[in-house]
C-alpha cells in the first residue's frame, strides 16, 4: 500500500495516469468561473481533476468505485501550469470524489506548486476523520500552496445515523475539523443530509445542535443541509418507505414525481418527517452567514442585503428556539422570487 493512508479502508490505490484532458478541444471559456468559489474574488476558475473515486463506504454516496486512482503530481503540475500559461487560470477547484485520501501525494502536489511559484488559490473536498492525521507542518504547507476552502461532508449531528450509514467519522472529528479549520483560516463547508426514512426527529434535533456547535467554533464556516435523494442501491429502501413504485424504463424516471426527487421540490415521501426536514433544510441556508459573505450581497444590492437580515435574524431565533414550524418567511421569499422570476 502506497503512501499515507487511513488504515483498513484502502483495497487498491493505484498511481496511473487519468486521461490528460486536451483542453484546446474545448470550448474552455465556458468551463472557466469569472469568480473564484475558493475566495469569492474576481479570479478565473476551472475545474481539474488529479484523482478519482473514493475507498470509503458511505452507504448513501453516488461514488461505487472503491478503487482509488490518481495522477503523478509532476504530471499534474505540468497540466496547472499550462492551464496558468495559456488561459489565466488563477483558481483551481479540485473536482475529485476525496483529493485527501493519500497524504503524501497531496504533500507532493502542495510542495511542488510552492517551488513553481503557481500561486494559485484552490478548494475542494476533505472528510472529518482526516483531520486526526494533519499536523501543524501539514495544514500550514496546504495553506501556503492555496488552499483557501475545503467541502466537508458531516452529512448528521446523530452517531446514530452516522454509524447506520457507514460515513465512518465521529462528533468529536467534526468538531476536531471545525477547530482547526478556523485555526488556519481554511474555510470550511459543512454539508449535511436530511430526511432519511430512518431519521427520527431527535436525530434531526442532533443535527440542528451539530450546526450550532461548529459555527460557535468556527465562525468563518458555511453550508447547509441538503434533502436526501436516493441514488441506488438506496432508492429502493426509500421507493418502499413511500410506497412508490419502482420506475421501469429510461422514460419512466422523466415524471415529475421521480424528477422532483433530484430538485429542491424533493416531497420526501419515504420520511415520517418530511415537513419538519425540509423546513429545517430552508433555514440551514441561512444559519452559516458570516460577515464576509453578507458583504458580498451587500454591494450587489443593498435591499437584497435587508432581506437576508431579516432571514438571518427569523433563523437564528428558529434555531435558539428549535421551532421550525409555520414558516411564513419560507412562504414569503418563495413568493418574492416567483414575482421577481416574472
Ligand atoms: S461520501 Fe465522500 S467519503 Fe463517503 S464514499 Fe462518497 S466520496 Fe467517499
Redesign the pocket.
Known sequence: MEGDVPKGILKTQEKIGLINLDYELLYIEKYISKVSRASGKELRQLPVMTSRN?P???VF?Y?QDRTYRFQDPKESIEELKRLKRRYGIKSIKFAE??FFVNKNRVEELCKMMIKENLNFEWATEC?ADYFDRYDDEFLKLITKAGCKRLGI?VEFGSQRMLDFVKKDITIKQILNSAKLCNEYKIYPHYSFIMGMPEEEKEDMMMTVKLIEEIYKICPIAIGGINLFRPYPPQFKKAFEAANLKEPESLEEWTNPEYINIMTTENPLLWSKHNTLAKNIAFYSQFYFFNWDRFMIYYRKSKVMALCLSLMIIATRIRWKLRFFGLPIEKYISKYVSKVMKG
Do not use: E, K, L, P
Request: charged share 20%.
Open positions: 473514493c470509503h463506504n458511505c454516496c461514488v470524489d476525496n472528510r461532508g
